[in-house]
């Protein structure tokens, strides 16, 4: 045995030795010596030989063995494998021999068949595996069958019979497995015996067995017979049998079928059809169920099927008698097999088939369901299923017209069997027998009265109860025009008017769609009836929840599932809505009305049985729809809106419940339904009380716990009450809505059942956001609002302005404003506000709306009475975070700094000092802040440009307003260009402002002097006064010794004027200092003798007036307040002189100081009048020089005189003809408001009254004459346009509102008047005061008008300075009056003694003033500046738009509007005559004065703002133009346009066609004298401002939409990178522009230190 180990090497090896070397000799190594073979043979004892064997079975199959070995093993071995071997030694040496002739295959040469002889010899069953694992090898696992092909085959069949009776599944698997590949690749030489008998070993093994592995193994045999083409005829029936079986195999049926499918594509087809059909006819096979099913099968699948053997063809009638035959055996699956096949064949080729086919098939429908029928079948039975599946096919081929001949056959055994056949069958027969009822059959009605009897008043199948409803409605839906009475009264109302008690939903929803459908064209008599109907299905459900609910929950209202009823109420309300919807606007209107109250009633009826479901929800939202979109016109017509484009009014329904109910309407003045047959000459009004539906929708917003149906009506309810002759005409009453509304607000959880919600719960948020809406419209009612509703919503919208909808609770405060004006001052209200408003986050989306509020709540007068200082504190600290430039567009900075201009003007004197200091603290940190950013490039340098110029500009304007109210412009009168006429001037720049000052020039050319004079210069230094000079002797003698004036009389006047970029302001001084600053008589008599010159301050048309009688005072009192209240002439204002004794200007002083009467907080008269005491002598106007003064305690020492400089200021205000002076205190923000920034023309006196009003000034008296004169000069001028003057009702309104402001506001009472003189307003030619106050006592003139006293004490004083001037003479002294006085005639003298004082801001930064050298270019750059006014312009388009104008010129076209538009333009501004407007001192946005632009133009102002409005109906249409460009030019160039939309229609967005109208302010005007005010804005400029409708009354529509405008405009003026701004950023940007000028023309040489002021002198 060990040299059996030690045996040769592995081919391996042996082939790497035969590589070595091509000249090694090629050896074979020696395995089997003879001592080898001697251990293998017989001789050896069996055990060893079959360890043997066993060790060198490897060696044979891995080794190449020595030539013949093979022979000498096998001589060795032959023994082992007789029969008389024991089993384990038999299998032992087949398995050596296996191996050995697998290793040795390709050297067996002719051996295979000396072995394989010896396989077919051995026929133990024992050995039946070995031998196939040796017949395997042999055969290379049945690939080569050398030598041996012509023996294989017997083999094969005795093989086959041997593993099939041995049962052992893996000796038949490794058999098959041979068999296959035999006949894979050796089908040539299987013989047709030997394949018969092996098929018909498989027929019989698949019939038996079970195995599936080996049943597999067999189908491939079968199918390699079919794809090699070795089955023959012979063996076809067996072939078929197998494969009929493996069929109902489900792991072998589709293998099966191919393989079935591959054989009936080859020539034994027909074969096979021919065999299968016989097969079927075979009577021995009736009980083989799975061999006749798998025939039917394969006929059905090879002829008609899906996978159709197409070689096949057609022939379907010679096959169908077998399929009969196979019903007939009675075997369930069989038929059931049949049935599919017939569905099949009716599928596929139904339209195709002929009358024979159908003939076959319909028999065989018979038979499958007289089985069915025998079976017993249940429903869900396969077999059944597929028979009403046939059923199905074949109706739907018949109604296609596919069947021919069978109709009345197949259509009488389904109504035969109709209980067994399914609905879709029933469905089809009723259709079927519905094809032959028409009119024009007899009996027509009976047999579909007979048809509904039995298949729907008697069949208890809900879908052929329905099919019948649908034969109906297809009969109605035909002849119901034709046969309406018929079809109604006997077919309709019998079979349906019970449809609310039927049991099934279904049957139910679709009765009621017939009736609906009925009722949409019965006629009205019907109509009622079936509408009835209808609604029974609704209450039914109403019912049914009050049953549930009483067994469910003991009669608590819970929300409760849908049921049945509430899905037929859906349909039937659903049905009466769009009954609705279509009877609306037809004849007769009863039918729309009483539809409308079933609907209101259902409503109602079920929010009070408290049961809620989804479906009664959705039922609700629908009808809530219907309610909503009501309407009605200004006659109370009620119209529905059945889209959001057309509402259609009728005439026939109203809301007014005063129009008589059933009153007869003629029908052709109205637009009638035409598609309405049955229109008729006259209707009846029928009366809709909207009543009950307000009710309903409260009981909603009450009761509804469905959150998507509450959130639904709520958010259609605004566009229900904003139809306002729907709420008129029905008399709503909105407070409860109120009451309700703002209860849920304020206990949103405080319901008995809380909100539900079909996907997220509702927050408080989401509540807020549906309900405040609909009290922004309620704002617009305020006239049918209680005070309480008004307070009630005032306070809701103050909650809400912190929250989601903070921004249309600020708009609705907004409209508060103006339509609850006295609900906002009787509540309180505005301090809680404020308080609100201060905690709402300063956002780009909040700015407008806030600043919008702001400027609203300026308009209301009375409010700066009550606020206090921290309540103004916080209004400006609300305003201030808005003026950021760097956060907020240039338009929201310059609106926060308009309307912080506005509230900072309009506040309290007192309070102005301490919000200017917490402005200028706040924007002083903002210019810090700015200061401390790096260098910036582009848009943020030009914003932070921006912002540091806004900053500078308010600055300017609280310098301005801090203390007192002053117009923007001064105006000289005559006075002042007299005496500073011909004087020097010059200009410094300092900062950002320019001062101007002017001097006065005596008149040199005058060698003439006043006889005053010469008392001055000869008399008092050579003969003095005489001691018994008496001044009551005569009157005062002086005159002029030549007709020119006197140069006295301008010695020492100067003007300043500071050009601002707010404006300017101008004052007229003169100096009181002598050259001699050491001499008291200079100074004595410049307080006496000079005392004339100053008299330019005193009222000098009052010289000559006695004091009148306190009678008299009454009188002039009475008569002011007539003048002031019949006419609007303005009023000058002039400066008052009061003389007081030494003890009463202690005591006044000490008043002053109690008082705190300082620079500070100086006194008020009114809101906006300043006026100063000013304290002086007056001289005497009687012939006495320096003489007697009448009245106790009226003469002053000169060392206590006074002289207080006052602004020569003007107030401008419109006036139709008359140039206006000076004008009264400007009156209340809400009405006619006063801007001082329009400038009034001064009254010109001719040249003689110049010189003798300036004669009485200087003298010290005006005579009686120069009065007169004065007085009828100006009175002419007033008569001549007293009747075109507009008047100004407001007033004396506001000045008598301030006038009792209270403490804050200090006037002077009667008990003052002794000591203070009370300032007036009067005219030059008016000798009455303006104000209603006492007149002022007058001025002392003559010697007549001295008591005794004054005239004692006058003389004393003359007597002393007689002395005093006589002792200065003696002395060599000087006498005033002879020196030069050009010194007081140089402007820099002037402007050293002021600059140096830091009166006008002196060096505090180190800027050092610029004197703006004289020429051409500093005047030019001056008057540029000038030129542009110190306010904001604006020009703003109005037009209007008649009934049915939609086109630009008939719009252009109109000259007249009605009388609303009328009150409209009253109420939007003041009209003024064109011709008497000067354009420099009145802005006119470019309207001629010619009469070009017509006659009239509308103005309106306030205190920072001029507004021109292009008003087309008040401009002329001329009549060789048509297109009206004379109105086009103006209008089509303005950024906003007005437009009062009185067409009844929409108005288009750009119906007027321009460059420009970037916004169109849209007035709608609505009954009731309620508007609806839209803006809407060119596409680029829709976010510039809040574009929201507004609901406005006819009173405040003027102030809103003019706010509105000028804030569209202001955004427009500032959109990108305009160069239009406001005006006072221009001036701004001139003073910059000429400091940017003049400094860099000043070389670093010229900047000399503070000290040195020659630089600027």
């Known amino acids: 045995m060990q040299k059996i180990r030690a045996l040769g090497t592995s081919r391996g090896s042996q082939k790497s030795t035969e590589e070595d070397g091509p000249d090694s000799p090629i050896e074979t190594p020696q395995f089997f010596t003879e001592e080898v073979l001697k251990m293998m043979g017989c001789e050896v004892p069996r055990s060893q030989r079959l360890r043997a064997l066993k060790e060198l079975q490897e060696i044979v199959k891995t080794k190449r063995l020595e030539k013949h070995a093979i022979e000498s093993i096998w001589v060795a071995i032959e023994d082992l494998i007789d029969l008389d071997q024991p089993v384990e ?116 093994y698949v019939s038996k067995n079970t195995s599936m592995e080996i049943i597999e193994l067999m189908l491939a045999f079968l199918d390699a017979l079919v794809c090699f083409g070795c089955l023959t005829s012979s063996a076809l029936l067996y072939f078929i049998t197998a494969l009929c079986r493996t069929l109902n195999i489900e792991r072998f049926c589709a293998s099966s079928w191919e393989t079935v499918k591959k054989m009936l594509g080859t020539h034994l087809g027909y074969s096979a059809l021919v065999c299968m059909t016989r097969i079927i006819a075979d009577r021995n096979n009736r009980s083989d169920v799975f061999l006749l099913r798998g025939a039917v099968f394969y006929i059905s699948m090879s002829m008609w099927g899906p996978e159709k053997v197409t070689k096949l063809g057609n022939y379907f009638s010679p096959l169908l008698p077998s399929l009969k035959q196979a019903i007939q055996t009675k075997h369930t699956i069989v038929v059931y097999e049949v049935a599919l096949s017939v569905l099949r064949l009716v599928k596929k080729y139904g339209s195709s088939l002929g009358p024979d086919e159908w003939n076959h098939i319909i028999s065989l429908v018979v038979g499958i369901d007289q089985h069915v029928k025998e079976e017993g079948l249940e429903e869900a039975n396969p077999l059944k299923t597929t028979l009403d599946e046939v059923f199905s096919t074949i109706e739907a081929t018949q109604q296609n017209g596919c069947i021919i001949g069978v109709e009345d056959r197949f259509y009488e055994i389904i109504e035969h069997s109709s209980s067994n056949r399914l609905s879709s069958s029933i469905e089809s027969l009723l259709r079927y027998k519905s094809s032959h009822i028409s009119p024009d059959q007899p009996r027509w009605i009976s047999t579909l009265c007979s048809l509904l009897e039995r298949y729907y008043r008697l069949e208890r199948r809900i879908e052929v109860r329905l099919a019948s409803l649908s034969i109906l409605s297809e009969k109605l839906d035909k002849y119901l025009s034709l046969y309406e009475e018929t079809l109604i009264h006997d077919v309709v109302i019998p079979f349906l008017q019970t449809i609310s008690k039927d049991q099934s939903s279904d049957v139910r929803k679709r009765g009621v769609e017939i009736l609906v459908t009925v009722a949409e064209v019965c006629n009205p008599q019907w109509c009622i009836k079936i509408v009835n109907i209808i609604n029974q299905v609704a209450n039914h459900c109403i019912t049914a929840d009050q049953f549930l609910e009483t067994r469910t929950s003991g009669g608590k209202g819970m929300k409760q599932k849908d049921n049945p009823q509430r899905q037929d109420a859906k349909i039937a309300l659903f049905g009466l809505t769009n009954l609705f919807n279509l009877k609306f606007g037809r004849l007769p209107a009863s039918i729309a009305v009483h539809i409308y109250e079933l609907l209101v009633n259902h409503l109602t009826q079920h929010y009070n049985s408290s049961c809620f479901s989804e479906t009664s929800s959705l039922i609700h939202m629908v009808i809530f729809q219907v309610i909503l979109h009501l309407q009605s016109n200004e006659d109370g017509h009620i119209g529905y809106s059945r889209s959001e484009k057309t509402v259609k009014h009728t005439p026939f329904i109203t809301c007014n419940p005063s129009v008589s109910a059933h009153q007869l309407v003629p029908t052709r003045r109205y637009s009638v339904d035409q598609s309405d047959p049955r229109r008729v000459s006259a209707a009846k009004i029928e009366w809709m009380d909207i009543q009950k539906a307000y009710e309903a929708i409260l009981l909603c917003i009450q009761r509804e716990v469905q959150w998507e149906l509450l959130q639904s009506v709520l958010m259609d309810l605004p566009t229900f009450l904003s139809n306002h002759c729907l709420v008129y005409h029905s008399q709503l009453n909105l407070d409860h809505l109120i009451h309700h509304l703002c209860y849920m607000l304020q206990n949103p959880m405080s319901s008995a059942q809380p909100l539900q919600s079909l996907s997220a719960k509702p927050t408080t948020s989401d509540l807020s956001s549906a309900i405040y809406p609909v009290l922004s419209v309620l704002t617009s009612f305020t006239r049918n609002l209680k005070r309480t509703s008004q307070e009630q919503l005032i306070n809701e919208f103050t909650q809400g302005l912190v929250g989601k909808e903070s921004k249309l609770c600020l708009n609705s405060l907004t ?221 005062y003698p002086y005159t002029l010794k030549q007709p020119s004036l006197c140069s006295c009389w301008s010695r020492g006047w100067a003007e300043v004027k500071i050009r601002r970029p707010s404006g300017c302001v101008s004052w007229l001084l003169r100096i009181q200092n002598q050259l001699d600053l050491h001499s008291s008589l200079d100074t004595l008599q410049t307080s006496h003798g000079w005392r004339d010159l100053g008299i330019g301050m005193v009222s000098y048309y009052q010289f000559n007036e006695e004091a009148p009688s306190k009678e008299e005072k009454q009188e002039d009192q ?425 067409s009844r229609s929409k108005y288009n967005f750009g119906t007027i066609k321009g460059q420009f109208n970037f916004f169109e302010v849209i007035i709608e005007p609505l009954p009731h004298n309620c508007n609806q005010v839209t803006i809407e804005a060119k596409k680029g400029y829709e976010d510039l401002i809040d574009l929201h409708s507004t609901f406005v009354s006819d009173q405040y529509l003027g102030m809103f939409v003019r706010k509105l405008a000028i804030h569209a405009n202001m955004a427009c003026l500032l959109q990108g990178n305009s160069s239009a701004g406001p005006n006072l950023l221009s001036r701004l940007h001139q003073i910059n522009r000429i400091k940017s000028k003049f400094y860099e023309a000043r070389t670093s040489e010229d900047n000399l230190k503070f000290s040195d002021f020659s630089a600027f002198t």
């Not at 606020?867 to 400006?876: A, N, P, S």
């Not at 567009?889 to 308009?898: G, N, Q």
């Not at 300043?1170 to 000169?1198: I, M």
């Not at 002077?1308 to 030059?1324: G, H, I, M, N, Y």
């Open 89 to 204: 030694v038999r299998h032992a040496a087949f398995r050596f021999l296996s191996a050995l002739i697998d290793g040795q295959s390709s050297s067996l040469g002719n051996l295979r068949a000396h072995f394989f002889e010896i396989l077919k010899k051995h026929k133990l069953q024992e050995d039946l595996h070995e031998r196939l694992i040796l017949l395997q090898v042999l055969t290379n696992d049945g690939r080569s069958l050398l030598y041996i092909d012509d023996n294989i085959g017997p083999l094969a069949v005795e093989l086959i019979e041997q593993a099939i009776s041995a049962q052992r599944l893996e000796t038949t698997k490794l058999f098959m497995s041979i068999l296959v590949n035999i006949v894979q690749s050796n089908a040539v030489f299987m013989k047709e015996q030997w394949i018969n008998q092996l098929v018909q070993n498989c027929s019989n």
């Open 815 to 1035: 409209v508060c404003i103006f339509e609850m004006k006295e609900a906002v001052f009787s509540y309180r209200v505005v301090p809680a506000i404020l308080q609100r408003l201060a905690q709402v986050s300063a956002s780009s989306s909040m700015a407008i709306p806030v600043l919008d509020f702001l400027h609203s709540l300026s308009t209301l007068p009375r409010l700066f009475h009550v606020l206090t200082e921290k309540q103004f504190l916080t209004v400006f600290g609300i305003l201030l975070p808005y003026t950021d430039a760097s956060k907020y567009i240039k338009f929201v900075v310059s609106l926060a700094h308009r309307v912080q201009a506005l509230w900072f003007i309009r506040s309290r004197l007192q309070y102005k000092k301490v919000i200017a200091r917490f402005i200028v603290k706040t924007l002083m940190d903002d210019m810090m802040n700015l200061k401390l950013l790096e260098h910036q490039d582009g848009d943020e340098a030009d914003t932070k440009t921006f912002h540091l110029e806004t900053i500078q500009l308010c600055f300017d304007l609280l310098a301005r307003y801090t203390f007192s109210i002053v117009s923007t412009q001064p105006s000289r009168s005559p006075l002042s260009d007299f005496l500073l006429s011909g004087g020097p001037s010059k200009t410094w720049l300092l900062k950002n402002f320019l001062v101007t000052i002017t001097t006065s020039a005596p008149n040199k050319e005058s060698i003439a002097t006043c006889q005053r004079c010469s008392v001055n210069r000869s008399n008092l230094m050579e003969q003095g006064f005489s001691k018994d000079h008496d001044p009551k002797s005569s009157e």
């Open 1118 to 1542: 009475s008569e002011d307040d007539k003048l002031v209240h019949q006419s609007d002439q303005p009023r000058e204002s002039v400066f008052l002189s009061v003389s007081k004794s030494t003890e009463e200007l202690k005591r006044s002083s000490e008043n002053e100081e109690n008082e705190t009467l300082t620079e500070e907080n100086s006194q008020l008269l009114g809101p906006f009048l300043v006026p100063t005491v000013q304290q002086q002598l007056v001289p005497n106007s009687s012939s006495s020089s320096v003489a007697d003064r009448e009245g106790e305690g009226s003469v002053c020492s000169a060392s206590k005189a006074v002289y207080i400089l006052s602004p020569v200021t003007s107030v401008h205000q419109y006036s139709s003809s008359v140039k206006t002076k000076f004008l009264p205190p400007l009156p209340s923000y809400e009405g006619d408001v006063r801007s001082p920034s329009l400038h009034s023309d001064e009254t010109h006196l001719t040249e003689e009254q110049q010189i003798q009003l300036m004669n009485a000034m200087s003298e010290g008296t005006l005579s009686q004459s120069s009065a007169e004169s004065l007085n009828n000069h100006e009175q002419e001028s007033d008569e001549e346009s007293i009747g075109e003057h507009f008047k100004m009702e407001n007033l004396l309104e506001a000045d008598n509102e301030y006038s009792n402001e209270g403490e804050d506001n200090p006037i002077v009472t009667e008990d003052d008047q002794e000591e203070v003189c009370t300032p007036r307003l009067v005219s030059l030619g008016d000798s009455v005061p303006n104000t209603p106050t006492e007149a002022p006592q007058p001025i002392f003139n003559a010697a007549k008008d001295h008591s005794p006293k004054e005239a004692g004490l006058y003389h004393q004083l003359e007597v002393d300075l007689r002395k005093i001037i006589q002792a200065k003479t003696a002395r060599g002294g000087s006498i005033p009056g002879s020196q030069d006085t050009e010194i007081f005639n140089n402007p820099s003298f002037v402007f050293l003694q002021l600059y140096h004082s830091n009166m006008l801001d002196g060096n505090q930064d180190g800027i050092e003033p610029i004197l703006l050298p004289p020429g051409e270019a500093s005047e030019r750059a001056i008057k540029i500046l000038d030129h542009i006014p110190p306010y904001d312009t604006h020009k703003i388009g109005v037009v209007y738009v008649g009934e049915g104008q939609k086109s630009e010129n008939e719009i252009l076209g109109n000259c007249y509007g009605s009388e609303r538009y009328n009150d409209f333009l009253k109420s939007l501004g003041q009209f003024v005559h064109l011709k008497d407007c000067d354009p420099e001192l009145i802005y006119l946005g470019g309207l001629d004065r010619s009469g070009s632009d017509g006659e009239l133009g509308c103005l309106w102002h306030d205190e920072i703002t001029e507004v021109v409005f292009h008003v087309a109906t008040l401009m002329p249409n001329p009549s060789n133009v048509g297109n009206h460009s004379n109105k086009k030019l103006h209008i089509g160039n303005d950024f906003v346009l007005i437009v009062y939309n009185h």
